[in-house]
């Protein structure tokens, strides 16, 4: 994990009002005197604070500067490293759209199946920020950091939600022992008596525009924050943090350092996503058309993963009879149904047909039950394919991106 941004456990209240009344958020209450040099000092999440003694969360990024009319190639930002960037380029590359880096020491690369388009290599959430910007068209980053950096920009348009890879999900977690032994719930937490505007429920994480507005809207009324990025679990132990809010895959690092998650903790959800800059969608050239081609391609290779195509030989009388034989059974409906086809033979000089060929596209954790079902309806000479895309009439996801951009 990376190292601690915030080292020294001094804290100052940040009280979550239960108030509806104007300004919403946390409000940030002006950090002691600079320390002396060498001294580490902790960072209190402010996310987009305005440069007063007193700052105000904003739910809304600030506002950005219009695109450059000059630039006519389109950008798309990837990860620049890590488990992440690994997968992103997986991903691409079963789609046919191999990055080609040719420099590592370079932070851009092109896609040569896709003419106009350039690759440029960022951290997640600086692709976030120049997405916002437009100095980025497009870009594949984690659903929670477009949420944290985001902060529900209605700039921001998720083109696809689900790219299957970079699953975790958001949580808060307290220790397992002391006076969270029987704190199993986030209501129970919320209820605890413990905290007090004296005396704050200190929590300690990387998100804190999400962690303060789930906490917020959870009913959370006396509640400080730290900046922490990287081995938050050492927090409680060390007495600086009572909760952290962090990144979860498996939960094993959590229990191993003594640390449980509690019902209804979960912030988000998240994976890989498509994002888009709804402006440059709008207003630069080639981004709608590449946008729809990489979507396509995504989506086919997506649908594709996971199935396969079964093809078997059965006796019958017409292809209408096979049809229903087959179709009697659950795991062998297919996309739209089966394809069914005549397989001819010469008998005596003569051109016949005794059997007919099934081709049925299966889910793969049901193949062996599949397989079963065709035999037990005469089938045999089984044969399983791998496919690599299912292109359907249009993605779903098209659709709905034209209708959110009013096209």
């Known amino acids: 994990m990376s190292p601690m941004l915030a080292t020294r456990p001094d804290f100052t209240a940040v009280l979550l009002s239960p108030s509806p009344s104007p300004p919403s958020g946390l409000r940030v209450r002006p950090l002691p005197a600079p320390a002396p040099a060498g001294v580490a000092r902790a960072r209190f999440l402010a996310p987009r604070a305005a440069a007063s003694a007193t700052a105000t969360v904003s739910a809304k990024p600030t506002a950005v500067s219009p695109l450059s009319a000059d630039r006519t190639v389109v950008r798309i930002g990837l990860p620049s490293k890590g488990r992440m960037s690994e997968q992103t380029l997986s991903l691409l590359k079963s789609c046919q759209l191999s990055v080609r ?97 004296e ?87 080639g981004v709608l058309e590449i946008t729809h081609e990489m979507l396509e391609r995504l989506e086919a290779h997506l649908t594709a993963t996971g199935e396969l195509m079964v093809t078997a030989n059965m006796r019958g009388n017409s292809a209408e009879e096979v049809a229903e034989r087959v179709l009697s059974q659950t795991s062998l409906c297919g996309l739209q149904g089966p394809t069914i086809s005549p397989v001819y033979c010469s008998r005596d000089g003569k051109v016949a047909v005794e059997y007919y060929a099934i081709n049925v596209v299966v889910p793969q954790k049901s193949l062996y039950k599949s397989i079963q079902q065709l035999r037990s309806i005469g089938g045999s000479g089984v044969l399983v394919t791998k496919l690599t895309y299912i292109f359907d009439e249009e993605t779903p996801r098209w659709r709905k991106l034209l209708s959110e951009l009013g096209l």
Not at 118 to 125: L, S
């Open 101 to 197: 880096h040719l420099n590592p020491r370079q932070y851009t690369a092109d896609i040569p199946q896709v003419p106009n388009l350039e690759v440029w290599f960022q951290r997640p959430k600086d692709i976030v920020r120049k997405l916002q910007s437009g100095d980025l068209d497009l870009g594949i980053v984690g659903f929670d950091i477009v949420s944290e950096y985001g902060q529900g920009s209605d700039d921001l348009v998720v083109v696809h939600d689900a790219l299957e890879f970079g699953h975790c999900r958001l949580s808060l977690a307290v220790p397992k022992e002391g006076i969270f032994e029987n704190i199993n719930t986030l209501e129970e937490l919320a209820n605890m008596p413990e905290w007090t505007q």
């Open 199 to 285: 005396r704050p429920m200190r929590v300690v994480t990387g998100f804190g525009y999400l962690g303060e507005k789930f906490l917020r809207e959870s009913g959370f009324n006396h509640v400080s924050f730290l900046a922490g990025d990287g081995a938050l679990e050492s927090y409680p132990a060390m007495g600086m943090a009572d909760v952290i809010v962090d990144l979860v895959s498996s939960g094993t690092t959590l229990r191993e350092n003594n640390l449980k998650e509690i019902d209804g903790g979960v912030v988000l959800e998240s994976q890989a996503t498509l994002v888009a800059c709804r402006r440059s969608l709008h207003k630069r050239n």
